[in-house]
């Protein structure tokens, strides 16, 4: 199956920074890469995605880019909002798309301090 | 969030209870996923279902769980004996199609403690 390696774990930056969280991914095969922000006592939400015909994808302060060659894709946030702080989740595809589930990565707790 | 409503919000129970996890998700989406949340695990696949047939329970870790799915409405995951290493966020996740290249909107979870 996939294996989703991210990170950091633990990321801490200032109001108006910029924050990038990097995943790694074992199947060459998978070719559609979500974005998912958990924020305290909810459950995840869909942020962003990317699908491998594209390299790079934006959608106003964040920002994702593909490297399918290298096999990582990484999550970028610019001017960076304390209500940014939250646990950010990498996925990919567990196996070929049709019947199959998302890996996801271990998360990176953001934290944007004002 | 409003398309998938779990219940519980909390459970506490004593080891060795039964523990029962309710999910019901919008009409519409027809596939849906269990999920355990563990600081030390991260978020791992429990169990998916797609037009409410289970197509991979490989992530269930033991006997003692189950799932099911009756209708495109309700899906239980059942926990017995519980034991406190049980103790997690349960979360039910629902998406349209396969539910591997759209999104999947996932409810407010479910927190068990095992004591």
């Known amino acids: 199956g996939e294996n989703v390696e991210q990170h950091p774990s633990t990321l801490s930056v200032q109001e108006g920074d910029s924050a990038v969280i990097k995943c790694t991914y074992s199947?060459?095969?998978?070719?559609?890469f979500p974005w998912y922000k958990q924020e305290l006592g909810k459950g995840p939400q869909l942020i962003i995605d990317i699908r491998s015909n594209v390299g790079e994808k934006k959608d106003q302060r964040i920002a994702v880019t593909l490297n399918k060659t290298a096999k990582h894709f990484s999550l970028h946030i610019t001017e960076t909002q304390p209500e940014d702080s939250a646990v950010y989740f990498c996925?990919?595809?567990?196996?070929?798309?049709?019947?199959?589930?998302?890996?996801f990565g271990k998360g990176t707790m953001l934290l944007v301090s004002p | 969030d409003a398309g998938v409503i779990q219940s519980p919000r909390h459970e506490v129970t004593e080891m060795g209870q039964e523990v029962t996890l309710r999910c019901k998700p919008i009409s519409g989406h027809n596939s849906l996923f269990w999920y355990r949340q563990t600081m030390m695990r991260g978020l791992e696949l429990l169990i998916y279902?797609?037009?409410?047939?289970?197509?991979?329970d490989s992530g269930m870790p033991e006997d003692r769980f189950s799932a099911k799915m009756p209708n495109a409405s309700f899906s239980t995951l059942k926990i017995q004996p519980s034991e406190p290493r049980d103790s997690a966020v349960y979360f039910c996740?629902?998406?349209?199609?396969?539910?591997?290249?759209?999104?999947?909107?996932f409810g407010q979870g479910t927190r068990l403690t095992v004591v």
């Open positions: 279902f797609n037009n409410n047939v289970p197509i991979d």
């Open positions: 996925a990919a595809p567990n196996g070929p798309l049709g019947y199959s589930t998302l890996t």
């Open positions: 996740a629902i998406s349209k199609g396969s539910g591997t290249d759209t999104e999947a909107f």
């Open positions: 199947d060459s095969a998978s070719n559609y």
